[in-house]
């Protein structure tokens, strides 16, 4: 294939994460020169910048509203001084009990501790089991935390972010802020916990049992002229799989009145807490240089089944006639946030047969429906991947119908997020293929650190435009094809050393 002509500007921003405990539970900045080094090494790579998850469970540790963010000013100073730019996390969620979670890093202790005497501030599931990665968004607006609700908290801890970091946003080092909505900062229920023995490709379970949720259903319910429906009983356990269980089965409950009722219920509640605290978010850092961003999850598995069972639990109601994911991108347009997406790296062929698994359908259903809302849309990979087919699925995903020799294509991500910087990326062999990976994805061109070059130019935040009607909101659930996507991309990455070392493997393997 003939190799594309590149164009005469930047196209893309990628950045990286760091590592989730480069600052310690004890709020300290304990490896400075290792982290210095590394991320000059991403410098010198062409990386442009560094996503840093920025723990609420670390910083306000101490008590209500005593925040220290000393640890973090000095990690942004070295960041600063390597000359790359940051995407910030505010990470309202605990780390780990999660696919790649190293570290753990829980909720504030004093939070906690107030789910000792009133557990139901926890998602819960149908048999009681607590989860205490985030709290329940049936407490968003329950005056239970010394007398502040949990969105209050959300709020505040935003509010004490701008003031104590506002040399880095006027200096224009931090360029979004990426506000956490749930468990992993995904905007979605904590339905596939590892920490209760979920293991994959399990559908989930609802996480909708704690009294606030419980409360809230029944009035719904009966304010539909429905007091006697309560919430499922029938859809299974972590590890079910869709047609073991009545609600997610062959013509299941998830097809009834009462089941289309609940899953409206159920994913309108995901999706108003989103606009909640986003709202917020935009008020806290009006005016800032910088853009919002909230991330949705790659719930790849079961999504060729009838019922897309995981996705449902996770609260995404998305199904074949049914979009779940446009009318999120809708409820981010208006507060001109960045729609982030997980799982670029993923192909159907590398996934379980068994499990229906559809993360390339997926991919090109979300991110179409992002472009449609008039989004700027920004994905990551999921896993770690260190090869030319992860990182050409990345670059396919980027950009969707290749480069445009005379100016930016018509289908383009805003950037792309490579998880995560470590020592393993940084051996010798894995990162001579992401350097090459960075220089594909910035279009073969060399680094420019003119932001406006990318077409990324990026003003004061203004404040959001008026709450959508949750008519107008359903109104993007009608499924429209998604965009034409190429088969492979137009600036491949062809890792012959990878295909040497397993032809010599193969060799030695003939031999033994």
């Not at 409950?253 to 605290?277: A, R």
């Not at 990182?391 to 290749?402: C, D, T």
């Not at 406006?452 to 709450?467: A, D, F, T, V």
Request: aromatic share 12%; proline share 4%.
């Amino acid at each position: 294939m003939q190799a594309p002509t590149a164009p005469t500007y930047n196209e893309k921003m990628l950045a990286n994460y760091v590592p989730l405990g480069v600052i310690s539970n004890d709020n300290d900045f304990e490896d400075k020169t290792k982290m210095g080094k590394q991320l000059k090494e991403l410098r010198a790579a062409g990386v442009d910048g560094v996503m840093v998850d920025v723990w609420w469970g670390i910083v306000e540790s101490k008590g209500p509203k005593q925040y220290d963010w000393s640890a973090y000013r000095s990690l942004f100073a070295l960041v600063q001084e390597c000359g790359l730019k940051l995407q910030a996390i505010m990470s309202f969620h605990q780390c780990g009990g999660n696919i790649g979670d190293e570290v753990t890093i829980a909720l504030p202790q004093w939070v906690l501790d107030i789910g000792e005497t009133d557990p139901d501030i926890f998602y819960t599931n149908r048999k009681g089991n607590r989860n205490k990665e985030h709290l329940t968004i049936g407490v968003d607006n329950q005056p239970l935390f010394d007398g502040r609700t949990a969105v209050q908290m959300y709020i505040d801890y935003m509010k004490s972010f701008r003031e104590h970091m506002s040399d880095f946003l006027e200096a224009g080092l931090i360029i979004d802020i990426e506000v956490g909505l749930g468990p992993a900062g995904e905007l979605r229920y904590p339905s596939c916990p590892e920490s209760q023995g979920w293991v994959f490709p399990g559908i989930g379970e609802f996480q909708c049992y704690d009294k606030y949720l419980k409360a809230e259903f029944k009035e719904t319910a009966t304010n539909a002229g429905h007091p006697e429906w309560e919430l499922p009983d029938n859809a299974g356990e972590y590890n079910d799989t869709p047609g073991s269980t009545e609600f997610f089965g062959l013509n299941g409950t998830y097809l009834t009145e009462k089941g289309k009722f609940f899953l409206t219920w159920y994913s309108n509640k995901l999706l108003n807490h989103g606009d909640e605290i986003l709202d917020e978010a935009n008020k806290a850092f009006l005016g800032c240089k910088v853009k919002l961003a909230a991330k949705v999850a790659g719930i790849h598995w079961w999504y060729k089944s009838l019922s897309h069972a995981a996705e449902l639990t996770s609260g995404y109601y998305n199904l074949k006639d049914r979009d779940g994911y446009r009318p999120i991108a809708r409820m981010l347009s208006r507060h001109y946030a960045i729609f982030n997406f997980t799982c670029l790296e993923m192909r159907d062929s590398e996934q379980r047969a068994d499990a229906k698994c559809g993360p390339q359908e997926l991919v090109q259903q979300v991110l179409s429906g992002g472009w449609r809302e008039h989004l700027e849309v920004a994905g990551e990979n999921a896993l770690s991947r260190y090869d030319s087919n992860g990182y050409n699925q990345i670059l396919l995903n980027a950009r969707p119908n290749g480069i445009n020799s005379e100016g930016l294509p018509k289908l383009i991500m805003y950037g792309v997020t490579y998880l995560r910087l470590s020592d393993d990326l940084l051996k010798e062999n894995n990162f001579k293929i992401f350097k090459t990976f960075v220089k594909k994805i910035h279009a073969d061109q060399d680094y420019c650190p003119d932001l406006g070059m990318y077409n990324h130019q990026i003003g004061p935040l203004g404040r959001s435009k008026p709450k959508f009607l949750i008519e107008d909101l359903l109104e993007a659930t009608k499924p429209m094809e998604p965009f034409a996507w190429g088969q492979e991309t137009d600036i491949k990455i062809d890792d012959f050393d990878g295909v040497l070392a397993n032809l010599i493997r193969k060799l030695f393997s003939m031999f033994k």
